[in-house]
């Protein structure tokens, strides 16, 4: 198993910057795919950016061209770089860890980190 633990959210003006990190402990981190998720209270959990082991990235349409993943094996951790955030970008941000051994799925999910973008 890993544990997460997501840091680097708050409050931030429209068209402002972010980043969001990731730290795992626990497990092998350079096996794990990682991913970053975001919700709202009107709305359910949504795959943000998405990072496998052998560094295969997939983004949201939403975000496209905007935010960047990337992770750091020496430092055990997944980064999420948000430019030109909009008001829409509000959100708690959860990192999430997953592999599938034997046809099962494993995952793990960090606590949450609120970003807010407000003028």
Do not use: H
């Not at 829409?88 to 941000?93: C, G, L, P, Q, S």
């Amino acid at each position: 198993q890993v544990q997460l633990v997501e840091s680097g959210g708050g409050l931030v003006q429209p068209g402002g910057s972010l980043r969001l990190s990731c730290a795992a402990s626990g497990s092998i981190f350079s096996s794990w795919d990682m991913g970053w998720y975001r919700q709202t209270p009107e709305k359910e959990r949504v795959l943000v950016a998405f990072i496998t082991s052998d560094r295969n990235i997939a983004y949201a349409d939403s975000v496209k061209g905007r935010f960047t993943i990337s992770r750091d094996g020496t430092k055990k951790t997944v980064y999420l770089q948000m430019n030109g955030l909009k008001p829409e970008d509000t959100a708690v941000y959860y990192c999430r860890s997953s592999k599938v051994i034997g046809g099962q799925l494993l995952e793990n999910w960090g606590q949450g980190t609120q970003v807010t973008v407000s003028s």
